[in-house]
């Protein structure tokens, strides 16, 4: 249905459901869902409304209050918040969310979990897995016009325990190093392909921003610097140890043509690909 709120726009939807008895004894249930579209008037401050959050800033910016101190949020960011105590959260300048407030006999328990005393967690990644769970609970609204209440359970627990696994600011934990490092196998089993940031983000299910700077942090390279060091090491290999072309190693490496890698390397060492094979470095 059509939402009326300050600062929502027209095209915004919201979907209220009743919850059965069976749901309310066994699963997490849904109370509403729904993508907004705001301006920059749109904010909410409340004191209670009994439930529980998950919103997704799909583009634009806004804000959330974590004790009483305002906290930036950017399109990837998720936010999970106890909405039984005061909460506040907006947008100054426009963004789009998709959201659903739920509840359920362990949803107090879970969020302990995640949250311990806080009452609001921000997760500053984009994991395509745990957008896709809210996208499959309002599109069983939007697009089918019907609710399962089994599957709008199942995608919450997989959504509570992405969030249960997940590294929150200020923590270190193992999760992004694994996909780091198999992104980095991944790479050098393709480094003659052209390997974009939107590609390699997708792999790892982050946003291209916070995989720029999660491999950053753990490579203590950018992406093009780290590809430009493993395509020009690469080269070298190639360079020293077979008699192939130099048209063929650009192929090899990664380069869409031969003036392109020469360019490249020269830049990078300092040498033409043919002074290195004849030197004695």
């Keep these: 249905m059509r939402v009326r ?42 004191q209670s409304y009994n439930s529980f959050l998950i919103l997704y800033v799909a583009r634009g910016q806004g804000y959330c209050y974590v004790d009483e101190t305002r906290v930036p949020l950017t399109a990837g960011h998720f936010v999970l918040l106890d909405c039984y105590r005061p909460h506040r959260y907006g947008t100054d300048t426009g963004w789009e969310i998709l959201w659903i407030h ?32 809210l996208e499959r609970i309002y599109r069983m609204y939007h697009h089918e016009k019907r609710a399962n209440e089994a599957l709008i359970s199942k995608n919450i ?22 996909a780091i490092e198999e992104l980095l196998s991944y790479i050098a089993e393709n480094i003659d392909q052209p390997l974009s940031l939107e590609e390699l983000a997708r792999r790892v299910s982050l946003s291209p921003f916070y995989f720029s700077r999660v491999f950053k942090r753990k490579t203590g390279y950018t992406l093009r610097e780290y590809l430009l060091k ?52």
């Design 157 to 178: 627990v997989n959504i509570l325990t992405g969030f249960l696994t997940a590294e929150t600011p200020g923590e270190t934990g193992q999760s992004h190093s694994a």
């Design 102 to 133: 739920y509840d359920g006999v362990l949803a107090r328990e879970y969020y302990q979990a995640i949250a311990g005393s806080r009452t609001q967690v921000i997760f500053p990644q984009n994991p395509y897995d745990l957008m896709r769970g």
């Design 230 to 281: 493993t395509r020009v090491n690469r080269a070298k290999f190639y360079l020293k140890t077979t008699s192939l072309s130099l048209k063929e190693i650009s192929y090899r490496c990664g380069y869409g043509s031969e003036s392109t890698f020469c360019t490249t390397f020269r830049h990078a060492t300092g040498l033409t690909p043919m002074g290195y094979r004849s030197s004695s470095l």
């Design 5 to 46: 709120e300050q600062g929502v726009l027209p095209e915004s939807e919201i979907y209220f459901h009743t919850p059965s008895e069976m749901a309310r004894r066994m699963f997490f249930y849904l109370r509403c869902t729904g993508r907004y579209l705001c301006e920059e008037t749109y904010a909410v401050q409340r």
